[in-house]
């Protein structure tokens, strides 16, 4: 063991120690851990996805009930669930976990992660997502087959009926229903659209509310992206509301843009602000609980000036306070402080690239 690394340990376990004191004893939420995360190369981006996915309730009890299960073989699910089950069974209250296992499953199974470059937060947050909701529709898939053949029965009728949801759809799904209106006769047609996060464009000092009415904004179809009417070939109007909503309700800002005259991404450095607590507003008449309130549970913060540098944090919120998870460092921190990461009017990015609400229902 070297000297400086001995030193980083050290460091870890006064930090540790710092936090659990000013916490205190008496406010320390019963049962609940915060553990950093070791960086294995570039790999904050990870990190902070864990850390916001670990404290969205629902889908820590999910992963923790599938640790429970009979054992299966090896997957990023099982690596997810092994190591939310050493963070929720360590000793500890506070410290630091190496979340090795995960990380080679990850770089193992996606040759986009299998390097030591910055990887993008949003990209990681999907393939992971829709990576656990295949294993499990491929699991429930192998159990009906099985069931059928200790029966006796021919596997045929599933081979093309859609999948069912799994728990990644019942908390994070929800449905978008785009309508077209035609200008002339007044047709209304309807698409719906299913999504497990929403990506909405940011603009110079605005808000989360102002760029979720920007998203469904309605828009006249004309030239090359004109939709006839079947009834009098005439240019339609649409725009997108809320058919159902999520439990927990992941929103991206698109902050990285690319910019044709530099032939690159670049990243917008613009203040938007978001609320601790957000009612949708954009919901169809035929929505389910329309008049649903999000609470701001965790927030994945891109610090850096571009997409391929700079460094990803997280800040959550568990129980009645706040805390900042940067990789293997745990802070305690106001809630005033998260108008830090609102972004800046200059260039100088520290800004936030995005966040979960989760449903108070």
């Known amino acids: 063991m070297t000297v400086s690394k001995f030193a980083s340990i050290c ?24 553990f950093g995360l070791v960086n294995f190369g570039n790999t904050c ?30 997957s990023l699910l099982t690596c997810l669930a092994d190591l939310f089950h050493s963070i929720a069974t360590q000793k500890k209250k506070v410290g630091v976990i190496p979340p090795k296992k995960f990380i080679t499953r990850l770089r193992k199974e996606n ?8 990887q993008d937060a949003h990209e990681f947050l999907n393939y992971l997502l829709n990576t656990i909701a295949d294993i499990l529709q491929e699991e429930r898939k192998q159990e009906k087959q099985n069931g059928r053949l200790r029966n006796g029965d021919v596997d045929s009728e599933d081979n093309n009926s859609t999948p ?62 004109k939709y006839y009417c079947e009834e009098c070939r005439s240019k339609q109007e649409a725009h997108k509301r809320m058919k159902k909503l999520p439990m927990i309700l992941a929103l991206h800002l698109k902050r990285f843009k690319y910019m044709d005259q530099l032939h690159r991404y670049t ?25 649903r309130m999000y609470d701001l549970v965790a927030v994945v913060v891109h610090c850096g000036s571009g997409p391929n540098r700079g460094h990803y944090i997280a800040i959550v919120k568990s129980h009645d306070f706040w805390l900042l998870f940067d990789d ?22 520290k800004n936030s690239e995005s966040r979960d609400f989760q449903s108070r229902d």
């Open 111 to 118: 040759e986009l992660f299998d390097n030591y470059m910055q």
């Open 267 to 291: 990243k917008l450095s613009y203040r938007v602000v978001f609320p601790l607590e957000l009612r949708l507003f954009n919901t169809s008449g035929d929505a389910t609980n329309p008049d």
């Open 164 to 225: 069912d949801p799994t728990w990644v759809h019942e908390i994070f799904q929800g449905t978008l229903t785009n309508e077209t209106r035609c200008l002339t006769c007044e047709t209304i047609s309807s698409k719906d659209e299913d999504f497990l996060d929403l990506s909405v464009d940011v603009e110079q000092n605005t808000s989360i509310t102002h760029c979720l009415r920007g998203f469904s904004n309605t828009e006249t179809l004309c030239s090359e992206y």
């Open 11 to 34: 460091t870890m376990g006064a930090n540790a120690s710092a936090l659990e004191k000013e916490i205190g004893p008496e406010q320390f939420p019963v049962n609940e851990h915060y």
């Open 328 to 349: 293997d460092i745990v802070e305690k921190i106001d809630a005033q402080a998260i108008e830090e990461f609102y972004g800046l009017t200059s260039d100088i990015s």
């Open 45 to 74: 981006y990870c990190n902070s996805i864990l850390q916001a996915l670990y404290f969205c309730r629902p889908f820590r009890d999910k992963v923790l009930a599938y640790k429970s299960q009979p054992r299966k073989k090896e």
